[in-house]
């Protein structure tokens, strides 16, 4: 029997369902259609919902400041796990509203190009608009190229995000169903890691951003907002996760985290009565969720007089009572993540948890009211059984300890083996012409089969064999589990 490469997880924590409030209904919905982890919705539908009310409102923090209502939300979920059709319906009332903006913004920007590159443009550029012939005034060339509606992006650059705030919706959300496009791409590859992560930093904290222009010139981009949803498979979240300078700087305690148990095998489809009614209730509730979301959405963002592209956005006080409940669970925490107690592994976590539960507060408040003023003690408390459920999951993920880097390429490996390689046998030159790309080096991939074959993932079989048509003698039968 095989040994595994890494430290098995315990079960998932198990969601307070009954104290999600006014989530309940859309993560019910949205379970009900897509039979997905349950934690994987919350996710997708809370990000979705801040993405729509974080332009409106900061929230009062036990700081005396006040917080973006932005959340940064991870999901770990393998393939299969239909993280695609979770998203999808979440964001569904997000991508409806912007798509017919995004269509007239392209038909804008098109005719603004033209009308730069004409030669009236040209003309007027250099102030010689004076043609005696003609007894029709040409009207003022706008110079100002129009403002880009997109709220969803699913890839992240600082280059991009950068160049949209500069003239873009100043709030907006990353959501990919695919977060190794992230994870595994240019932004957080080596030279790019340190700088992403500080810029989603920075996205969280609600600090002004700086981008500096092709001439050198420093622009300032003040009241931006951002949330995120992203959705990653194991083995690329445990290698990304493992990555000290990452977890030294701060960016993985500003994510609501779960890694909830697969469904899969679980996933009937039935078409009795009963079943058929629970789907069109659903529907109906989603509908009804859709609905909530664009009226949110249809709310002009509060901007300064002097750049309507900065936020100007309220602050959520709190109510009396919601105060004290989070001062008790602000205490509770700190105690808890002293040396050698709960959640000592996950410090950086716990010392923000009473921040991310204000923060979930007012995302809740102003979903149910885009007109408060303040957080009740009823939308505090559901705020608080969801950070100790966010703790709880970020404590279950860490706590299996840093895996090595060579035991993490091991376990992609081995991942890769058992879902894209369908053969029976593999040898070093399959893998180095066909495997993942970060593992095409035949010297690497002869290390990472001697760690398959010590823990039983692999075993030396003697003889030639057929790999992909071609004669073998260096074959390795593939041990699925």
């Not at 104290?19 to 039979?35: C, F, H, K, N, S």
């Not at 593992?439 to 398959?452: E, I, M």
Request: with cysteine; glycine share 6%.
């Amino acid at each position: 029997m095989p040994t595994p490469l890494v430290k098995p997880l315990p079960r998932a924590t198990e969601l307070p369902l009954a104290d999600l409030g006014p989530l309940i209904e859309p993560v019910r919905a949205i379970e009900t259609l897509t039979q997905a982890p349950t934690a994987l919705i919350l996710n997708a539908v809370l990000a979705s919902i801040a993405v729509a009310v974080q332009g409106h409102a900061n929230v009062q923090t036990l700081s005396g400041d006040c917080a973006p209502t932005s959340l940064f939300c991870f999901s770990i979920a393998a393939s299969g796990e239909r993280k695609t059709q979770v998203d999808r319906l979440a964001t569904s009332a997000i991508r409806e509203f912007e798509a017919p903006l995004l269509d007239r913004f392209r038909k804008d920007l098109q005719r603004f190009e033209e009308q730069k590159n004409s030669g009236r443009a040209s003309t007027f550029s250099i102030g010689l608009i004076d043609d005696p012939s003609s007894d029709r005034e040409e009207p003022p060339l706008d110079t100002t190229p129009p403002t880009s509606p997109q709220i969803l992006f699913e890839d992240l650059t600082v280059e991009g995000k950068l160049r949209h705030f500069e003239n873009g919706r100043p709030s907006t959300g990353i959501f990919t169903d695919e977060g190794g496009i992230i994870l595994g791409g240019y932004s957080m590859s080596s030279s790019n890691r340190e700088k992403t992560a500080a810029l989603l930093s920075k996205f969280w904290d609600g600090k002004p951003i700086m981008k500096n222009t092709a001439g050198g010139q420093a622009v300032f981009l003040p009241n931006r907002r951002v949330s995120a949803h992203i959705a990653v498979q194991p083995a690329i979240a445990l290698e990304t996760l493992s990555d000290q300078t990452l977890r030294d700087q701060g960016l993985f305690a500003r994510f609501l985290m779960a890694f909830p148990d697969t469904n899969q095998g679980k996933r009937f489809i039935r078409m009795d009565q009963a079943t058929i009614v629970a789907r069109q209730e659903a529907q109906a509730t989603l509908t009804t969720f859709k609905k909530r979301l664009r009226d949110l959405l249809n709310l002009k963002l509060p901007t300064t007089d002097r750049d309507p592209l900065q936020l100007a956005p309220r602050t959520l006080e709190l109510e009396d009572e919601a105060i004290l409940d989070l001062v008790e669970f602000f205490n509770v925490t700190e105690e808890a993540h002293a040396e050698g107690l709960r959640y000592a592994e996950v410090r950086a976590h716990a010392s923000k948890a009473a921040e991310q539960a204000a923060r979930i507060a007012g995302v809740l408040t102003l979903f149910e009211d885009q007109k408060a003023t303040c957080v009740s003690r009823r939308h505090m408390s559901i705020a608080i059984n969801l950070t100790n459920f966010y703790l709880e999951e970020a404590l279950r993920v860490f706590a299996a300890g840093t895996v090595p880097k060579h035991m993490q390429e091991a376990e992609r490996l081995r991942v890769w083996l058992r879902d894209m390689w369908e053969e029976e046998f593999v040898d070093v030159s399959a893998v180095a012409q066909r495997g993942p790309n970060a593992l095409r080096s035949a010297d690497r991939v002869k290390q990472l089969f001697a760690v398959l074959k010590e823990y039983g993932w692999l075993r030396k079989v003697e003889g030639s064999h057929i790999i992909s048509g071609r004669k073998s003698r260096r074959a390795y039968q593939v041990v699925r589990g």
